[in-house]
């Protein structure tokens, strides 16, 4: 299960180890955090820490950018960090790394919304 933390006024979900599209349970859960925190967090900046996940589907991905549009109309921001390198090639793949900034630690990617 992913986990919720905040970090002075940031908000970060903490990934699980894969999101393969092969247990519809676990993404229906992860898909919970995730949009309630695009839909919620206050301020709408949000972290995601992909350094315990190895591998993410389809599925995924469209929570991703579900997530990443609620952020949007709330004037939010979405980040990434510790993209491991699967998970970055099938980010670049998708050409979704032009749309979020990714950040190989959490620090700089808490320290990159905290600047503005």
Do not use: N
Request: glycine share 6%.
């Amino acid at each position: 299960m992913s986990c919720v933390v905040r970090e002075d006024e940031i908000t970060i979900v903490e990934l699980d180890p894969s999101y393969d599209s092969l247990d519809d349970q676990v993404l229906a859960e992860f898909g919970g955090v995730l949009l309630s925190e695009a839909a919620h967090a206050d301020p709408p900046r949000l972290v995601l820490d992909f350094s315990r996940t190895t591998f993410i589907g389809s599925s995924f991905i469209e929570l991703l950018i579900r997530a990443w549009k609620r952020l949007q109309q709330r004037s939010g921001t979405m980040v990434l960090c510790g993209v491991q390198p699967l998970c970055l090639e099938i980010l670049e793949v998708t050409r979704l790394t032009s749309i979020w900034r990714i950040y190989p630690t959490r620090q700089e990617a808490v320290e990159s919304l905290r600047c503005g």
